[in-house]
């Protein structure tokens, strides 16, 4: 995962994308106002036992209803037929995901959160399984630069 991070943040931090200021927070510290705050979003997680990492979770959960977020009556996340009034509604993000034996869950869980919040994928989900390769890095700096280059007017 501490590779594939590095390589998003270097492409994020392409020097022919001008104007972009980058912010890593770790999902354990970022809070809602560095979601407010954010015109855009790379988000990475481990695949666990066929879910998003705990950490990821835990930001999930404790800044899903403060950014706008919509639940449906069970209280899960709504259908997105809400989200277009979410206050991060329509901001691009990128996802990326590292497993062992299978990403399915993992991902299907990110993106019922994020369609709930209305935020519009900006590039296909990066998924690596195994050991990461130089391909994957280099699909994760294409990533971290394609979710940039969205944010330069």
Known sequence: MRALLERVEAGAHDDEIPGVDVVVRPALEATSDDVLGADGYLLGTTANFGYMSGALKHFFDSTFLAVGGALDPSGAPGDGADAEDATTAGRPYG???????????????????????????GYDVLGVLGPV???????????????????VD
């Open 133 to 151: 390769e130089d391909a994957a890095l280099e699909s994760a700096y294409v990533l971290g630069a394609t979710i940039a280059a969205l944010l």
């Open 95 to 121: 996802l990326w995901l590292h497993g062992r034996y299978d990403l399915t869950g993992a991902e299907r869980s990110v993106q019922s959160i994020v369609g709930a919040l209305g935020w519009r994928q």
